[in-house]
């Protein structure tokens, strides 16, 4: 496993999930406090993945071209984000339009009934 990684197991939680996933989950909250579209989770996604690959090359001795471990990062970084948006876009949309709106769960939201 630590070949599709590029990486041991407890730097990629560290790293990754820990210390960038962080950062994607708070990129993904901003893109959607200010109305953004949700495809720039994506492309700042797979940015945050070429950083995560430095640094886990610079700092802990991986692998800086791995396509595997760059895919799996970056996917890992994406979905957090997207996650992110998704949910501060519906505490946004029940938040800003209470008379429209109310939730339907952690991700979604509802029309009220009339």
């Known amino acids: 496993m630590e070949s599709l990684l590029g990486t041991s197991w407890p730097v990629f939680i560290g790293l990754t999930v820990?210390?960038?996933?962080?950062?994607?989950?708070?990129?993904?909250?901003?893109?959607?406090?200010?109305?953004?579209?949700?495809?720039?989770?994506?492309?700042?996604?797979?940015?945050?993945?070429?950083?995560?690959?430095?640094?886990?090359?610079?700092?802990?001795?991986?692998?800086?071209?791995t396509v595997t471990g760059y895919v799996i990062h970056s996917a890992v970084l994406v979905a957090i984000a997207l996650a992110a948006y998704r949910l501060t876009q519906a505490h946004k949309m029940v938040a800003q339009y209470p008379w429209l709106y109310e939730r339907a769960g952690l991700f979604a939201w509802r029309e009220k009934a009339r």
């Open 18 to 65: 820990v210390l960038f996933g962080g950062a994607s989950f708070l990129m993904g909250q901003a893109l959607a406090e200010t109305w953004r579209p949700a495809w720039q989770n994506v492309l700042y996604g797979l940015l945050l993945g070429l950083a995560d690959r430095f640094l886990n090359f610079a700092l802990f001795g991986g692998e800086l071209l």
